[in-house]
């Protein structure tokens, strides 16, 4: 390569280079970038009520029998959800009669699955009714104190988001 | 005959440090300190957050860009990088959460704060262990001088 080749070069290299550092610094000084933080966090889901969970509101149990379980869910949440299943829950089931609620005669049959019951978020549903859902038992716990007794039964709800 | 000789080769080199330099000084890359610390503290900031978020909905929030400089800036992007998550049921991958990204042109006034509205969503089906949890968020925007 001859001395005038590599000059040539040389200047070119430096222009395309001049402009580059020309094009850097215009562009530092034409662009403003930011950055900052923040979070977004999920809501803690409230557990779903009942207004009145309770059989026999028709009178139709009796020891050996099924009778209609009746119930009004509340959702406390913002957003709606959907009832799947209605379960027993924690706690004893009561008559407002000592020794019927001693005689404990009242029962949910099984567990009622694959339901699909909307509650509108902050809403209640209409009361809902399920057949042949509660059970009273025969023999010596049917006490005759339950004769004509609507029952409070606990149920635990479990729902998804809709 | 030398002397000419190491002028251009001195020249290329001198030019290709000057726009290294400015390049780094451009992307604000391998420079700590000194005045690349004091214009650090002279970008935007960006802030904002959202909660009550639940599996399956969308939300539009508002995050705030504020202009410490002298100059109005014109804002054209603004991303947010999503964090794993974290929260009293367990830990939340961050892909449960989606933060689209923001396109458009905001102008904010030199020494001022404007918002940007942001839309994020839960996934629907976001396990349990999302319930309550909180994701922290990486904010980048773009922004032209005006």
Redesign the interface.
């Known amino acids: 390569m001859s001395f005038r080749a590599f000059s040539k070069r040389a200047t070119i290299v430096s222009l395309f280079l001049g402009v580059l550092l020309a094009g850097s610094v215009a562009f530092a000084w034409w662009t403003a970038s930011g950055t900052g933080t923040g979070y977004a966090q999920a809501a803690t889901p409230a557990a779903l009520s009942t207004l009145d969970v309770s059989a026999s509101t028709t009178g139709d149990l009796y020891p050996g029998g099924t009778g209609t379980l009746t119930l009004q869910i509340h959702n406390p949440n913002s957003y709606a959800v959907t009832v799947t299943d209605i379960a027993a829950g924690a706690g004893a089931v009561t008559s407002g009669n000592a020794a019927c609620d001693a005689a404990n005669t009242v029962s949910l049959v099984a567990p009622l699955s694959g339901l699909s019951v909307n509650v509108a978020a902050g809403g209640n549903t209409a009361v809902l009714t399920y057949a042949n859902a509660v059970q009273m038992s025969y023999g010596a716990s049917a006490d005759n104190s339950c004769q004509g007794k609507k029952f409070s039964i606990p149920v635990s709800l479990t729902g998804l988001n809709s | 005959?030398h002397r000419?000789?190491r002028a251009?080769?001195i020249?290329?080199i001198l030019?290709?440090v000057?726009?290294a330099s400015?390049?780094a000084?451009?992307g604000?890359i391998g420079v700590h300190g000194g005045v690349m610390a004091e214009k650090a503290t002279r970008?935007?900031?960006?802030?904002?957050?959202?909660?009550?978020?639940?599996?399956?909905?969308g939300r539009t929030y508002r995050?705030f860009?504020r202009?410490p400089?002298d100059v109005a800036?014109e804002?054209h992007k603004v991303r947010?990088v999503?964090r794993r998550?974290g929260?009293?049921a367990g830990r939340?991958a961050a892909s449960n959460?989606r933060?689209r990204t923001w396109r458009g042109v905001r102008r904010v006034p030199a020494r001022s704060v404007r918002p940007i509205r942001l839309k994020?969503r839960?996934r629907r089906r976001?396990p349990t262990s999302?319930?309550?949890?909180?994701?922290?968020?990486?904010?980048?925007?773009?922004?032209?001088?005006r």
């Open positions: 005959m000419p000789f251009s080769v020249a290329p030019a290709g000057l726009a400015a390049i000084f451009a604000n970008h935007l900031r960006i802030r904002g957050h959202v909660d009550h978020l639940f599996p399956g909905h995050v860009v202009n400089l800036v804002v947010a999503v998550g929260g009293p939340c959460l933060v994020v839960l976001a999302c319930w309550g949890a909180r994701w922290p968020i990486h904010y980048v925007a773009r922004s032209v001088h």
